[in-house]
């Protein structure tokens, strides 16, 4: 099987985008994707160049890198200035600045920060390393959540003390149901998050359908994938329905992954996060539960400077669907992935980035 | 983050397995798929295995894709070219 091929088919995304013109919708309808891999997907194969000019895509607070907020950075930052830690993230997130600095100013200042592609990786070099103090900046959904609640077992079990987490673990669903009671929310279709979906299962988004009327798609991340997704969609605004359908068949069932739920919630309880964008989000958030806070660097005592957030960045707007990338004055100017201002644009899954990336007119910087 | 393209697992050693993609191949954890077995294609995310792909269902989209570009010319042109 090559499925990879036919699920990059160009002229089939084509075929499906014709079909979902045929639809002739009367009314203009914008459809939101949460996780960043579409954003950069979408992005990428120009999804929107092919779709008639009443289907508007916006990205809501879908890349964790961009809804992760000041503070955290400003308290990972501290812990950064610590002589014997070594912080460990995932690459994105050193360059995202905080209130005044980020994780590459400190690492360009001595401090020992380390990009991993794995928890697990990190753990091995925690293993290797006991003279050092590790904090992983556990940043992402459900999906990096089960990595880090396993990896946290794995340490547990083979009783390694110098591995710890520093949770800014968010939960999507909460966020979803915030962004739709808004009043100003418009959104008329939704791309769920695929692997999200993977861990959850898509029974934990139904209400969205049936609270909100918001008709809902999991889909998968090729373009194939994502074109089928929104004639699914706008199929159910054609026939005026509001319900939850699977795209990603091959991959998402409805009960999710139930023993990385399982792990999640034996590792984790659900906390108050903050999320940018949005503010604090009551139980959107994971900590380590306190049977386990020798892993938690949550509890060690360190000064963080006050949280400043720059007035001119309106990453926030983006996040909750509010504007286009574009909108934002420093869009492209002041604020170029060499040069990011805000979260957004550092990130390769952040709205900004993407677009600054691919739309045209920005071709080849 | 999400790198959703499914690999395929060539061996297991307790929870650690290899992947192999297009001739490239990787250590990952097998911790959150413990039913995953050799020749499985399994989505990874940050070095964790996540899900099995079902291959059936995957064949099913894949033959409703194949009627879609049936009724075009050839249906080989890649976007990835
Ligand atoms: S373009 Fe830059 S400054 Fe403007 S919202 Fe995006 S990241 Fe923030």
Redesign the pocket.
């Given at each position: 099987m090559e499925p990879l091929t036919y699920f990059r088919d160009a002229h089939v995304v084509r075929q499906i985008a014709r079909e979902t013109a045929h639809l002739h919708l009367s009314q203009p309808v914008q459809l939101m994707e949460v996780c960043g891999g579409h954003t950069a997907a979408i992005y990428r194969y120009a999804l929107h160049d092919l779709l008639p000019p009443e289907i508007k895509l916006i990205s809501g607070p879908g890349c964790p890198v961009c809804v992760t907020s000041n503070d955290f950075i400003d308290r990972a930052i501290s812990l950064a200035m610590l002589p014997d830690v070594t912080i460990a993230t995932f690459g994105d997130l050193i360059r995202v600045p905080g209130s005044t600095r980020s994780l590459a100013d400190m690492r360009a200042r001595g401090a020992d920060v380390r990009v991993f592609y794995s928890p697990a990786d990190a753990l091995e070099w925690a293993k290797a390393h006991s003279e050092r103090t590790l904090v992983f900046l556990g940043i992402g959904f459900e999906t990096t959540a089960c990595t880090l609640a396993a990896t946290i077992a794995e340490a547990l079990r083979n009783k390694v003390e110098n591995f710890s987490l520093l949770s800014a673990l968010k939960t999507m669903p909460e966020a979803l149901r915030v962004l739709f009671t808004a009043p100003d929310a418009q959104v008329d279709g939704l791309i769920l998050p695929g692997h999200v979906t993977t861990i959850v299962g898509w029974h934990a988004f139904e209400f969205i359908a049936r609270e909100f009327s918001i008709p809902c798609v999991v889909s998968g991340f090729e373009p194939v994938d994502l074109m089928e997704t929104i004639l699914m969609l706008c199929r159910q605004v054609a026939e005026k329905r509001a319900s939850i359908e699977n795209q990603y068949r091959r991959v998402v069932q409805k009960q999710g992954n139930v023993r990385a739920q399982e792990l999640i919630r034996e590792m984790f309880e659900p906390c108050d996060m903050s999320w940018r964008g949005f503010g604090v989000i009551p139980e959107s958030g994971l900590k380590l539960r306190s049977s386990y806070s020798q892993w938690d660097a949550e509890n060690v005592s360190v000064e963080v400077e006050p949280t400043q957030e720059?007035a001119?960045?309106?990453?926030g707007?983006?996040l909750r669907g509010r504007i286009h990338?574009t909108q934002?004055?420093?869009?492209?100017t002041?604020?170029t992935p060499d040069t990011?201002?805000?979260?957004?644009?550092v990130s390769a899954e952040?709205?900004?980035s993407a677009v600054y990336q691919f739309s045209s007119g920005h071709h080849g910087q | 983050m999400c790198l959703a393209i499914p690999m395929k697992l060539l061996e297991v050693q307790g929870v650690r397995g290899t992947v192999e993609l297009g001739g490239v191949r990787k250590e990952i954890m097998l911790t959150l798929t413990p039913d995953a077995r050799i020749g499985d294609y399994v989505i990874i995310h940050a070095g964790y295995a996540i899900e099995i792909l079902d291959e059936e269902k995957a064949q099913e989209t894949l033959d409703l894709l194949r009627e879609i570009s049936e009724e075009s010319t050839d249906g080989t042109a890649n976007l990835l070219s």
């Open positions: 720059d001119a960045c309106r990453c707007d983006v990338p934002c004055a420093l869009f492209g002041v604020c990011p201002r805000g979260a957004c644009m952040g709205a900004c | -």
